[in-house]
Structure formats: structure tokens, C-alpha cells
């Protein structure tokens, strides 16, 4: 059974940073893209990034609003991926969810792509 658990989500000010983590279980993820989206309060759940399979390089995206100021990164010898979040700002409050699929093809960059969520982290940044 495939699990994600995200950590370090938390508080903080604007122009300040916060990390992320996603610990994978249940199978083998180095073959598949593994990434992040969030879900602000009234709005629809959102592509922040991610990072594919890592024998063909580890090709990474970003959402246009998080380019510059977020680096994902992943460790597939122990399962986890990261978000690294720089420069935050009160439009970055929102529950960020850990995700990853189960076709090796995809990119991982819409909601209809996840086959796996984790269960949320609060990131709130104050103005």
C-alpha cells in the first residue's frame, strides 16, 4: 500500500522559508515522478511542482507562481522528496499536498495525474 507523509509545514513570515519533506512507502518510486500541489482556502487544488524519474535526469517543473523561489528535490534511495520554499508571501497560504502516480509516462503536473496523495501539511505565511 502505497503511503506519503508529508512534514515541516508551520508558520512564517513573509520572506521566509520553509522545507518540506514527503516520506514514501509501499513500492518503488525512483521510477515514477513524485511532486507537490496546494489547495488555498475556496480555490481548486494547484501544481506547484515535481521532479520525474530520476534514471532519464530528473526533469523538474514549476508553476510560473513559485518559479525562482521553490526547488524541489528528491532522494530515491530513501524515498523522499523535498520542497524547498524561499521568499514566501501571504499567496503561498495554503495546504500542500505530497503526491505521485502510478504511470510511468506522466509528468505529474495536474491533479487528474495523481494517483497517490498525501494527507496535507498547513503552510501559512503572514504578511
Known amino acids: 500500500q502505497v503511503q506519503l507523509v508529508e512534514s515541516g509545514g508551520g508558520s512564517v513570515q513573509a520572506g521566509g522559508s520553509l522545507r518540506l519533506s514527503c516520506t514514501a512507502s509501499?513500492?518503488?518510486?525512483?521510477?515514477?515522478?513524485m511532486g507537490w500541489f496546494r489547495q488555498a482556502p475556496g480555490k481548486e487544488r494547484e501544481f506547484v511542482a515535481t521532479i520525474t524519474f530520476t534514471w532519464s535526469g530528473g526533469r523538474i517543473f514549476y508553476a510560473d507562481s513559485v518559479k525562482g523561489r521553490f526547488t524541489i528535490s528528491r532522494d530515491s534511495a530513501l524515498n523522499l522528496v523535498y520542497l524547498q520554499m524561499d521568499s514566501l508571501n501571504p499567496e503561498d497560504t495554503a495546504v500542500y499536498y505530497c503526491a505521485t502516480t502510478g504511470r510511468t509516462y506522466s509528468n505529474l503536473r495536474t491533479p487528474d495525474e495523481v494517483d497517490y496523495w498525501g494527507q496535507g501539511t498547513q503552510v501559512t505565511v503572514s504578511s
Open positions: 509501499g513500492r518503488t518510486f525512483s521510477t515514477y515522478a
